[in-house]
T-cell receptor, first 113, second 111 residues
């Protein structure tokens, strides 16, 4: 079956702009996660959804970052007033259980100029 | 503070040898420890999961050990091949905290 997909694969934007990053999880996976990865670092947790609700958003760096999953499937990560420090690869993952393996998408590379 | 350390940024080994990667943690009581492989430009791919009450797990040429006294996991690849070259990430799941990743070790297997 299809894996986790993310769009766009690359996004270049200017400082101060608004961006949306999309994640399509594996069908039937109730848990969805967003991570951010900078060069030479491991993935850094941002937010976890169980179904439609954010079960843990403790990793969101500030209130410019917001994520939704309105129907319990596709999720969108939204970043307002982007800053150069937001440049990173944003990874989405899904799983059938929070205790189990994560299935990661290929990531969206965000560059803020 | 909580910390996950993977022994080295990069590890070079000769083809056919066993690669051993280390993951140490402090101030965690992990219920699970997972290992992932990541290739350049791709998302991490799950390899193995080991629970706190398990000492060792094997899958083909891969072996993971988990020592909760030493607060350490070892990840072994036997009979290594150039195709094993990648970054290997360990990740901990503890209580209600999210899965937390180490920085990874970049393995290069030289033919």
């Amino acid at each position: 079956g299809a894996g986790v997909s993310q769009t766009p694969s690359n996004k270049v934007t200017e400082k101060g702009k608004y961006v949306e990053l999309r994640c399509d999880p594996i069908s039937g996976h109730t848990a969805l996660y967003w991570y951010r990865q900078s060069l030479g670092q491991g993935p850094e947790f941002l937010i976890y959804f169980q179904g439609t609700g954010a079960a843990d958003d403790s990793g969101l760096p500030n209130d410019r970052f917001f994520a939704v999953r309105p129907e319990g499937s596709v999720s969108t990560l939204k970043i307002q007033r982007t800053e150069r420090g937001d440049s990173a690869v944003y990874l989405c993952a899904s799983s059938s259980s929070d205790r189990g393996r994560r299935f990661f998408g290929p990531g969206t590379r965000l560059t803020v100029l | 503070s909580q910390k996950i350390e993977q022994n080295s940024e990069a590890l070079n080994i000769q083809e056919g040898k066993t690669a051993t990667l280390t993951c140490n943690y402090t101030n965690y009581s992990p219920a699970y420890l997972q290992w992932y492989r990541q290739d350049p430009g791709r998302g991490p791919v799950f390899l193995l999961l080991i629970r706190e009450n398990e000492k060792e797990k094997r899958k083909e040429r891969l072996k993971v050990t988990f020592d909760t006294t030493l607060k350490q996991s070892l990840f072994h690849i036997t009979a290594s091949q150039p195709a094993d070259s990648a970054t290997y990430l360990c990740a901990l799941l503890s209580g209600n905290t999210p899965l937390v990743f180490g920085k990874g070790t970049r393995l290069s297997v030289i033919a």
